[in-house]
């Protein structure tokens, strides 16, 4: 029998995403983003993004069928976003799908956002390797992962204390007068700076913190640090070099990101490493995981920036994964979860 046709819903946070997979071909890949009504909170707002989901869904679902030339009807199964993410907004989507999968009499599988960011890459670059280290770095998390494979065996092995890592561009470019989201503003206003000029902290890389925190993050001090010296400058009434800011913050932010993200290849034996969410579209994190990974004899996989950042086809390639591993369907009674550890893969 030919592989199924898998519908895939997103709505864990500012992105309505429908994507339509059969096997690992992507048919349709279709997202609506509610980032600009965001903006001038320098951060989403869950009520407006619950509202922007429920205002998406129908017309994202109409151009996702289009795009594949399917009905309907062409549907085999339904995979949706279970968690982790704002409630409102997964309980958007997971009703969303629960109608679909109830009227089509098809089954709906709840997924690991987290794992689908991971599984994605299928898509693009085949078969995923096993085992890999997965880096996942974006608006709403940092995690590092160790994959044995996707549907049963994902452990996360590190993330962060506090800010995700995108959350800590958004907000420096905040405090540098850079429009939101600020991870593009950043980085296109490190191209004209010095990394090296300003000393940001590497938070969690002393040797006191290997015992407890070797593969964890944290990036709330680093936006205060870059907050004082801007009060500090300004204080004493000189410009602001927003350029050498921009590109030391980066810096510091990639520096932690690769120096654990290889740390753990080593730890574990494993050389093949794949890095996902919206900070892996990053300049400087790209060069230098380009740099390392020869250095380290590990291959990388970053898949491209439209699926790097939150999508539907991300969660269709995870559902396409348990459908065609014979994984049991949720039922329509699942409930959404805002925490979800990878562990748990399917709710
Ligand atoms: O994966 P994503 O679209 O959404 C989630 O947060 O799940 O990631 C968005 C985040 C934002 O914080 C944005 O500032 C950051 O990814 N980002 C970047 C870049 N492009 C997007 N951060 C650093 N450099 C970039 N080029
Ligand atoms: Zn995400």
């Known amino acids: 029998m030919a592989d199924p046709i898998v519908l895939g819903i997103e709505s864990s946070c500012d992105e309505t995403g429908i994507g339509v ?28 993004a619950s509202r922007a989901h429920l205002e998406s869904f129908v ?36 009703s969303g799908a629960k109608a679909l999968a109830w009227s089509l009499d ?37 995690s590092l992962m ?32 850079l429009p939101f989201p600020g991870g593009p503003s950043i980085d ?22 290997q015992s407890q925190h ?3 993050f944290s990036f709330s001090g680093l936006k205060t640090a870059v907050a004082r010296w801007v009060e500090d400058r300004q204080r004493q009434g000189l410009d602001l070099p927003v ?20 740390d753990a290849c080593d730890y574990f034996g494993i050389s093949d490493l794949q890095i996902g969410g919206g900070v892996a579209a990053n300049s400087a994190l790209r060069a230098s995981v380009e740099a390392r990974a020869l250095a380290a004899g590990v291959s990388v996989r970053i898949p491209s920036p439209h699926l790097c950042t939150d999508n539907g086809a991300m969660v269709a390639a995870l559902g396409s994964k348990l459908a065609r591993a014979g994984v049991p369907p949720n039922g329509l009674n699942f409930a959404v979860r805002s925490s979800l550890p990878t562990s748990s893969v399917v709710l």
């Open 214 to 216: 070797r593969f964890n």
């Open 106 to 142: 098809r089954p709906i599988y709840a997924v690991n956002h987290l794992v689908a960011h991971v599984t994605v890459d299928e898509l693009e670059h085949g078969r995923l390797p096993e085992p890999m280290i997965a880096l996942l770095v974006s608006g709403g998390h940092t």
């Open 21 to 48: 997979v059969q096997g690992t071909t992507l048919l349709a890949h279709q997202v609506a983003t509610s980032v600009e009504e965001h903006a001038r909170f320098g951060g989403v707002v869950p009520e407006i």
């Open 188 to 209: 296109r206003a490190a191209q004209e700076g010095d990394p090296e000029a300003i000393a940001f902290p590497r938070a969690l890389t002393a040797a006191k913190d």
């Open 59 to 94: 017309p994202t679902l109409d151009r996702a069928l289009a795009e594949s030339s399917l009905e309907l009807s062409d549907i085999d199964a339904v995979a949706v976003t279970g968690g982790p993410g704002l409630i409102g907004a997964l309980l958007v989507g997971s």
């Open 243 to 262: 350029a050498d800011v921009a590109a030391s913050f980066q810096q510091a932010a990639v520096d932690v990101l690769m120096m654990k993200t290889f």
């Open 146 to 177: 160790r994959v044995g494979n996707v549907i049963d065996d994902v452990e996360t092995v590190g993330s962060t204390l506090d800010d995700a890592v995108g959350e800590a561009f958004d907000k420096v470019a905040r405090l540098l007068g």
